[in-house]
């Protein structure tokens, strides 16, 4: 079974922040990776999917890149609106499995 | 739009089963898998398995034994059954419409609660 791990597991930053939290897959899984975002009490949002391709209607300071065994998610410039907990998930085979989360708070 | 509506929270007691159902809307129910997720009061997500309309099922080793995932395709509605329930199943249960793997459209969740 492929093991995901996320660093950090906790972020504090600003509006205008530049963020990058890193997903790391314990084997190769290509570019099968996914981004989601989960708010309290709400189901998780997609917003990357094969590494880097960007969900439609996800706003573009979002984006991914990687390959392997590391992958990266990035916020150009954080908005009050993103701040909440990022998964990533591996789509290369099964079990399907994710990241353990990365809270982003407000600083 | 698409989306995935699922059934209300349930409370069960240990030992017992519990049946969940999620009814699509918005897209060809039978063009897309149907995959449960949970997630634990705090914790991370936790994919349980998949379903296709066709009858096939993929399930994760740890909830092989006492999950089943069924669809009633005239009603566009997939299940998931659970049984055998402990104090460590608490969790919100998601669907989910599987698109190569990964999560596009998901149920609002639903929350099941056992407890003595």
């Known amino acids: 079974d492929i093991q995901l791990t996320q660093s950090p597991s906790f972020l504090s930053a600003s509006v205008g922040d530049r963020v990058t939290i890193t997903c790391r897959a314990s084997?190769?899984?290509?570019?099968?990776l996914a981004w989601y975002q989960q708010k309290p009490g709400k189901a998780p949002k997609l917003l990357i999917y094969?590494?880097?391709a960007l969900q439609s209607g996800v706003p573009s300071r979002f984006s991914g890149s990687g390959s392997g065994t590391e992958f990266t998610l990035t916020i150009s410039s954080l908005q009050p609106d993103d701040f909440a907990t990022y998964y990533c998930?591996?789509?290369?085979?099964?079990?399907?499995?994710f990241g353990p989360g990365t809270k982003v708070d407000i600083k | 739009q698409e989306q995935l509506v699922q059934s209300g929270a349930e409370v069960r007691r240990p030992g017992a089963s519990v049946k969940v159902s999620c009814k699509a809307s918005?897209?060809?129910?039978?063009?897309?898998?149907i995959n449960w997720l949970r997630q634990a009061p705090g914790q991370g997500l936790e994919w349980m398995g998949w379903?296709?309309?066709?009858?096939?099922?993929g399930y994760a080793q740890k909830f092989q034994g006492r999950v089943t995932m069924t669809s009633i395709i005239s009603i566009n509605t997939a299940y998931m059954e659970l049984s055998s329930l402990r104090s460590d199943d608490t969790a919100v249960y998601f669907c989910?419409?599987?698109?190569?793997?990964?999560?596009?459209?998901w149920g609002q969740g639903t929350l099941v609660t056992v407890s003595s």
């Open positions: 998930q591996q789509h290369n085979s099964y079990p399907l499995s």
């Open positions: 918005g897209y060809t129910f039978t063009d897309y898998d």
């Open positions: 094969g590494a880097y």
């Open positions: 989910a419409r599987g698109q190569s793997a990964w999560f596009k459209v």
């Open positions: 084997q190769d899984i290509s570019s099968y």
């Open positions: 379903m296709n309309t066709r009858g096939n099922t």
